[in-house]
């Protein structure tokens, strides 16, 4: 493993942020180059991606893709897609890719496609709810259990099935789950218990409630335990312990599918309810054309590549500790969260492969909101505020709302609605790159601005610096496909970032700590007993007990 900041590459990287990054500015290189948008667009399977608003110039990618030669990106790529075990500390191989590649093709290709069929088999029998009476499915899980099919369910909306209501519930907390069951028919609903480990505290209590819900309600509807095999399937690598929970209809996955990669498995059940077996395919298709464009296209042309190496660019050398997502895609709201889990807990690591510290920052945050609700709340700061923040803006062309069965009276609206959609996203990424200097802002007459105001005064609260960089995706249509390519785009990125740091983005040892204290607090809540805690957890104890 190499030390990234050992490397030629990172020498000449700081030399020419030095000399021409930290000055670039993106009005003078538009100027300069009417070259630039075709120079520093790319279009990978499904997405395309405009590059060039960021803070990049042909030398700072000529280096970037220096660094990524030097820390060996595609030595690594490759043993991730040949199955070797690169998650180390866990000794295991990483291949939610052989998930999605087509039958015969890839490792465990058998197994893989032996559960495929048959949670395919399930899903559709639940599409027929002429014969499976089912209206509800509710799919209990947290993390990588939750976010994925809870963030292409309402994506794939237009594709979803009219009879069949999805719900998702995560927290251990019962205000998530009472609201889903109010209303709930148990003979019509279908439980997931959706747990990689099925040891998940939050997953196994909501699995219980849900279990106690149906022993209760069911006798009116004839129900009872023996009815549990029924209405409870599972999705997890833990085949024993869903047995032991009473549910004989388990659909398997393996350990070198992480939790945050596994919407393309056994985990990805209620998508595959929502959008039936044929659109689930076309999912996986499209995420595997995207893991054939990262495996093979050349590194000057490799969409995730560019966006990991942009990512190191900006967290290493501007050193931007954020990056913003603007879908401008109401269906994509659950994006952002499903980002903050693959990137941040994929990349949020301070040691390298060897358990060196890191000498330079890893994962920014991720966060955002769909546009164009964002821009009426945190896009004040984002265009004036002291940080610069790059933002991530996914434009998708076609709607797939103006449908055939509503009255035109209504499709000529909602097609209205999509061009301002489109144009307010355009218009964003324009405005913090153009900014406005306050001599321009000087000449207009604000309306809103206080009489007798110092006009220049007023000016300067309503200037912008501009040269704030954003990346653009373009998608033809919000499909199967499209969205597929999409996830996996974002998931080759991360890996190459992780690569170019040289750190495990497979692991997720954070997350243990918290979980071990509050195992160590529960019997506390009860008994009352503070020996040994610090002063403040020990006040907030007597506080909550009280
Ligand atoms: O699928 P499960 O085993 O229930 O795990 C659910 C989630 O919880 C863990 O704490 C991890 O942080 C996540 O990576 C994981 O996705």
Known sequence: ?????????????????????????????????????????????????????????????????????????????????????INTTEGRAVLHTALRAPRGQGPF??????????????????????????????????????????????????????????HFVSNVDGHDIVPVLRGLDPARTLFIVASKTFTTQETLANAQTARAWFLDAGPASGLGVADIARHFVAATTNVKAAADFGITETFGFWDWVGGRYSLWSAIGLPIAIAIGAEHFRALLAGAHAMDRHFATA?????????????????????????????????????????????????????????????????????????????????????????????????????????????????????????AKLLANGLAQSQALMLGKTAADAARERPPTAAPGADPAMIARHRSFPGNRPSTTFVLDALTPPSLGALIAMFEHRVFTSAAVWGLNAFDQWGVELGKALAGELLPRLDSGDATGLDASTAGLLARVRA
Request: net charge negative; charged share 20%.
């Open 1 to 85: 493993m190499v030390r990234p900041e050992t490397t030629r590459a990172w020498t000449a990287l700081r030399g020419h942020f030095e000399a021409h990054g930290r000055g670039l500015d993106l009005r003078e290189a538009f100027a300069r180059d009417p070259g630039r948008f075709a120079a520093f667009s790319l279009q990978a399977p499904e997405v395309f991606a405009d590059l060039s608003k960021n803070l990049i110039d042909v030398a700072t990618r000529r280096f970037l893709l220096d660094l990524a030669a030097e820390c060996g990106l595609e030595a690594r790529r490759d043993a991730m897609f040949a199955g070797q075990p």
């Open 109 to 166: 290709s058998d197994d893989v496609h032996g559960v495929l069929d048959r949670m395919l088999a399930l899903a559709e029998r639940v599409r027929d709810t002429a014969t499976s009476g089912i209206t509800d499915v509710v799919n209990i899980g947290i993390g990588g259990s939750d976010l994925g099919p809870a963030m292409v369910v309402p994506a794939l909306d237009a594709y979803a099935h009219r009879g069949l209501r999805l």
């Open 298 to 418: 050349p590194l000057t042309q490799n969409l995730p590549v560019q966006l990991g190496l942009l990512d190191v660019w900006y967290r290493n050398f501007h050193g931007f500790t954020s990056r913003s997502l603007a879908p401008y895609h109401q269906g994509l709201k659950r994006l952002p969260a499903y980002l903050q889990q693959l990137e941040m807990e994929s990349n949020g690591k301070g040691v390298d492969l060897a358990g060196q510290p890191l000498a330079a920052g890893s994962s920014p945050v991720v966060w955002g909101e769909p546009g164009t609700n964002g821009q009426h709340a945190y896009f004040q700061m984002l265009h004036q505020g002291t940080d610069v923040i790059p933002v991530e803006f996914i434009l998708v062309k076609m709607p797939a709302h103006d449908r055939a069965d509503l009255p035109a009276a209504v499709r000529d609206s909602l097609t209205g609605q999509h």
